[in-house]
């Protein structure tokens, strides 16, 4: 059964930088649109960005644009949000999930931006 | 920007049926799935494509989508079911969800 495994989250002061890695396992992370969503507390959830197959296509939510980078490693079934001027208000669970539809989530990874 | 409007909550009693609306323009148009959420679990996929039941999930979830409107509904409603629902398309290049819906069982 394919799951999705996610590291990298943490505490981090404002201005400073994180990546999370989201980590599949099967033989069909090549196949799939992957998309990272987050969930600030108390919050519904809020699309950050998703990628394609093959990594051609990325687009990014309009809010995310320009710190937020999206990325993946097809060969290590490896999926990847690298976040740069992390502000307060950033703090939030972040979770990967495979597809157009959803289906897979990765079980979530809390990100703490405070001084 | 393609906005979806869902009610903050809804309540339904023990073995009744709900029904949770996700509202957009013309969303009849699109493909909308829907994710129950329980406290401090990830998202579970409900229903995709409209209509559609993912392996696992039971029969008494169900979905429409039509004109204005797209509508999750759960039949014989169990206190198992209470939960937050959110609703979410492929508008163009983004993903957006909507605001979700808190699901009280009486």
């Known amino acids: 059964q394919v799951q999705l495994v996610q590291s990298g989250g943490g505490l981090v002061k404002p201005g400073g930088s994180l990546r999370l890695s989201c980590a599949a396992s099967g033989n069909v992370f090549g196949e799939y649109f992957m998309s990272w969503i987050r969930q600030a507390p108390g919050k519904g959830l809020e699309w950050i960005a998703h990628?394609?197959?093959?990594?051609?296509?990325?687009d990014y939510a309009d809010s995310m644009k320009g710190r937020f980078t999206i990325s993946r490693d097809n060969a290590n079934q490896l999926l990847f949000l690298e976040m740069n001027s992390l502000r307060v208000e950033d703090t939030a669970v972040y979770y990967c999930a495979r597809g157009g539809a959803f289906d897979i989530w990765g079980q979530g990874t809390m990100v703490t931006v405070s001084s | 920007s393609f906005e979806l409007t869902q009610p903050l909550s809804v309540s339904v009693a023990l073995g009744q049926t709900a029904r949770i609306p996700c509202g957009g323009s013309?969303?009849?148009?699109?493909?909308v799935h829907w994710y129950q959420q329980q406290p401090g679990q990830a998202p579970v996929l409900v229903i995709y494509?409209?209509?559609n039941r993912p392996s696992g999930i039971p029969e008494r979830f169900s979905g429409s989508n039509s004109a204005n409107t797209a509508t999750l509904t759960i039949s014989r409603a169990q206190v198992g079911d209470e939960a937050d629902y959110y609703c979410h398309v492929w508008a163009g290049n983004i993903e957006v969800f909507g605001g979700g819906t808190t699901l009280t069982v009486l």
């Open positions: 494509r409209n209509t």
């Open positions: 990628i394609s197959s093959g990594g051609s296509t990325i």
């Open positions: 013309n969303i009849g148009s699109k493909d």
